[in-house]
Nanobody
Framework: QVQLVESGGGLVQAGDSLRLSCAVS????????MGWFRQAPGKERELAAF????????YYADSVKGRFTLSRDNAKSTVYLQMNSLKPEDTAVYFC????????????????WGLGTQVTVSS
């Protein structure tokens, strides 16, 4: 089992920054990819970004590219999502998830999920 706990969400104004954290515990060695998804009210959950545990390669959706940055602290088993220049359309619940076998591009690749943290960006 793998447990994930997100933190760092909140209410900010457009143009502000937030840093989300995802603390991972349990059988972390079985994880291949750590992804961040987001789900806005009435919309599908969408992939925002992911990072591979080995090699540190990253992927960013076009909607966040250039504004969001992933990093990780292996010693703390924590992945961070730095979000800059936030826009009202970034408002969503943000979830972190781990993929054991998949490449990370699809929601179905992910096995373990956190409960999410709310990010609200006011205009």
């Amino acid at each position: 089992q793998v447990q994930l706990v997100e933190s760092g969400g909140g209410l900010v104004q457009a143009g502000d920054s937030l840093r989300l954290s995802c603390a991972v515990s349990g059988r972390t060695f079985s994880s291949n990819v750590m992804g961040w998804f987001r789900q806005a009210p009435g919309k599908e959950r969408e992939l925002a970004a992911f990072i591979r545990w080995s090699g540190s390669s990253t992927y960013y959706a076009d909607s966040v590219k250039g504004r969001f940055t992933l990093s990780r602290d292996n010693a703390k088993s924590t992945v961070y999502l730095q979000m800059n220049s936030l826009k009202p359309e970034d408002t969503a619940v943000y979830f972190c998830a781990t993929s054991v076998h998949g490449l990370g591009y699809s929601r179905k690749d992910y096995t373990y999920w956190g409960l999410g943290t709310q990010v609200t960006v006011s205009s």
